[in-house]
T-cell receptor
Framework: AQSVTQLGSHVSVSEGALVLLRCNYS??????LFWYVQYPNQGLQLLLK??????LVKGINGFEAEFKKSETSFHLTKPSAHMSDAAEYFC????????????FGTGTKLQVIP | KAGVTQTPRYLIKTRGQQVTLSCSPI?????VSWYQQTPGQGLQFLFE???????NKGNFPGRFSGRQFSNSRSEMNVSTLELGDSALYLC????????????FGPGTRLLVL
């Protein structure tokens, strides 16, 4: 079984401030982990993913995430928020090999205050 | 390369009717997955098709079904619609199985009255 918990359904940051979106996962096998972004009335876009290897993963738009097995976490960060980062962010886990049956978290809406 | 396309983008149906949604994956992609997104339940996996075969299925009733054609295009069908089926239905395609990146379409927003 696999699950994802995103802490905070809404997060507000000032423009230029650090963005930190939290994600904890549960998986019975070494997981694949993903962060997606969704803008209003659009589908999901992959920001970054962790499969194996380096635990610090860099993605698009300046985002990065670190896989911490001991903490079962995969938090998303960005050093400096831009107005265009305002969107909903989803953390996801895939624990079953060979399939695309991804389990998503409930999402975190990021508000960027000018 | 064209992205994932879904048709129609918006749909209004009444309870008891059935609906068919279509998804055209990115050229060359053989895996197509469907997800339901609602405010209450979030994003939930419906099923995945690969080379015309259903490879995995989520926890949805049998009213939800799908298929994939030889050109990888996929359709999902919901019969006997209920108010709770109102949702954004997202399709995603990938080259193959995980951890290949899934590319999502814009979704079909279904409203059941």
């Amino acid at each position: 079984a696999q699950s994802v918990t995103q802490l905070g359904s809404h997060v507000s940051v000032s423009e230029g401030a650090l963005v930190l979106l939290r994600c904890n996962y549960s998986s019975s096998v070494p997981p694949y982990l993903f962060w997606y972004v969704q803008y209003p009335n659009q589908g999901l876009q992959l920001l970054l993913k962790y499969t194996t290897g380096a635990t610090l993963v860099k993605g698009i738009n300046g985002f990065e995430a670190e896989f911490k097995k001991s903490e079962t976490s995969f938090h998303l960060t960005k050093p400096s928020a831009h107005m265009s980062d305002a969107a909903e962010y989803f953390c996801a886990v895939l624990g079953e090999r060979g399939y695309q049956k991804v389990t998503f978290g409930t999402g975190t809406k990021l508000q960027v205050i000018p | 390369k064209a992205g994932v396309t879904q048709t129609p983008r918006y749909l209004i149906k009444t309870r008891g009717q059935q609906v068919t949604l279509s998804c055209s994956p990115i050229s060359g992609h053989r895996s197509v997955s469907w997800y339901q997104q609602t405010p209450g339940q979030g994003l939930q996996f419906l099923f995945e098709y690969f080379s015309e075969t259903q490879r995995n299925k989520g926890n949805f009733p049998g009213r939800f079904s799908g298929r994939q054609f030889s050109n990888s295009r996929s359709e999902m069908n919901v019969s006997t619609l209920e108010l709770g089926d109102s949702a954004l239905y997202l399709c995603a395609s990938s080259l193959d199985r995980a951890p290949e990146t899934q590319y999502f379409g814009p979704g079909t927003r279904l409203l059941v009255l």
